[in-house]
Structures are given as structure tokens and as C-alpha cells.
């Protein structure tokens, strides 16, 4: 997706794990995956360098569709459409 | 009819055949975690949580200096003889009173890294071994260490998915899995 289709994209679901390095970024899209239904969109808030790397493998492994992301100033927005 | 019994006997050799074959390459990770360094610790759960997120089955098999990860600071048990006393004096008692392989300087180095930690927002080894719990992390003891060390059941860690066993099991486990690790 492009820089502008996320902009405008409607998130069912964010989770911030800024707060948390890593594996936490990982752990908890893990545990929020469980909240969104299939088709819908979650981000994840993350100020984790290697969470960017990180969630597109593990959206690959889990089948879900990795969207793109966002910068933002001192954090990255990550999007995903479960599948 | 014989032909029939024939044809289903060997389709119950090719199906006991798949069987093995898909239980040869599980997505589950091994790893034998023997070093009882907090640093080698901390990489064998970071690797475990990971692959928990990933809905692969972990299964940790303990052995030697990593059962001293595992003590309760609060347990004790009684009953010990002269020599399991002495080690279990002279070994770290707990995940939180462990020592760096690398930089220790008598415990400074653990202090500053549990600083570090807390500043990165990296998550704790208490933390880290309570969301292992959460995520059905699997963490076997090697029996034959407990004996040599002198610990006893009672003086370890509540986790959920806690198990005392061989290295058999270990091998097997391993044998199992699609990744097996060495710390």
C-alpha cells in the first residue's frame, strides 16, 4: 500500500507497544491478533528498530497481510490485515 | 478380497509413514540451555518468546548451570547433606542473582545491564519467564543435574509447564523440531 492508502486506512484495532523493546512489539501483536476478526486491520505502535524487520516475518509465518508503514516522529506504525 | 486387504494394509504402512515424516519436521524449537550466565539466559527466553509469537512450540531442556536460573529465592529445602549445602551457598539462587560471561566485575556488570534493561524498556527476566508461562513455553529439567547440583524440587521456580526428565526426552524433543539450539 502506498504512503497515502495507509494515511487514510481505517484501523480496526492499534496497539501501542511503544513502550516495550524487543520481543515485546512481537508479543504483543501476538496477544491482540486474538481481538481483531479475520479481514479486519490492527496496528502496532512501535519505537523498536527492529520490530519494522520483525512483523512483516511474522506476519508471513501467521499468513496475514502485511500492509506497509508509517513514520512518525519518534515511532513507527506498522498496519496488517489478518487473515 | 485379498487384494482389497492387501491394498488397505498398505495404506496403513504408507499412513503410519506420513505420520513419522510430519512428526520428524514440527514448527517447534529445542533448546538446551546449559550456561547459567544471566546474558545467556536472557538469549535463550528472548529466542523463546520470539518463536512463541510465532506459534511455534518451545521446548527448553535445563541442564547444569542453568538450574540455577531456576531456584526460588524464597524456597528452601531441608534436608540436604554437607556438599549439596556448600553448592547450593555457592550458586546463584534465582534468575535475579546471576552473573554476566562477559564484564561481571563482581556484580557490577549485572547491575548495570538490569539498568540498561529497564531504560531500553526491555522486558525482565522475571517478566520474561512469566509471559513463557503465559505462551505455554515448555521448560524440562534435567534430572541427573538436580542430583549433581544438590537442588531439590522443592526449592525451584512455580511455572506451569515445569517437567523433570532425561536427556532421552531432550533427544527426542529435538529430533522433533524443525530448530534445535545449544546455550
Known sequence: MTTEELKGITTNLIVDARGTACPGPLLAAKKAIGDVESGEIMEILSADEGTKVDIPRWCEKMEHEFLGTLEEDSYTRLFLRKA | ?183
Do not use: H
Open chain 2, 1 to 183: 478380497m485379498e487384494d482389497n486387504q492387501e491394498l488397505q494394509q498398505q495404506i496403513d504402512i504408507l499412513k503410519k509413514k506420513i505420520s513419522k515424516l510430519e512428526n520428524s519436521r514440527k514448527d517447534q524449537l529445542s533448546i538446551a540451555v546449559v550456561s547459567g550466565d544471566m546474558d545467556k539466559i536472557l538469549a535463550a527466553m528472548v529466542i523463546s518468546l520470539a518463536a512463541a509469537a510465532m506459534d511455534t512450540q518451545v521446548k527448553l531442556f535445563f541442564s547444569f548451570w542453568s538450574l540455577s536460573a531456576l531456584r526460588d529465592k524464597k524456597k528452601s529445602a531441608p534436608g540436604k547433606d554437607f556438599i549439596s549445602k556448600m553448592f547450593g551457598i555457592m550458586l546463584p539462587k534465582g534468575k535475579d542473582k546471576l552473573s554476566l560471561s562477559n564484564m561481571n566485575m563482581a556484580g557490577m556488570g549485572p547491575m548495570m545491564i538490569k539498568y540498561l534493561m529497564k531504560k531500553q524498556n526491555v522486558m525482565s527476566l522475571g517478566e520474561m519467564f512469566k509471559s513463557a508461562g503465559e505462551l505455554g513455553i515448555e521448560i524440562a529439567i534435567c534430572e541427573m543435574s538436580m542430583g549433581l547440583m544438590g537442588f531439590k524440587k522443592e526449592e525451584m521456580i512455580d511455572y506451569p509447564k515445569l517437567r523433570y526428565c532425561g536427556a532421552t526426552t531432550f533427544v527426542a524433543d529435538a529430533g522433533q523440531s524443525s530448530i534445535q539450539l545449544f546455550i
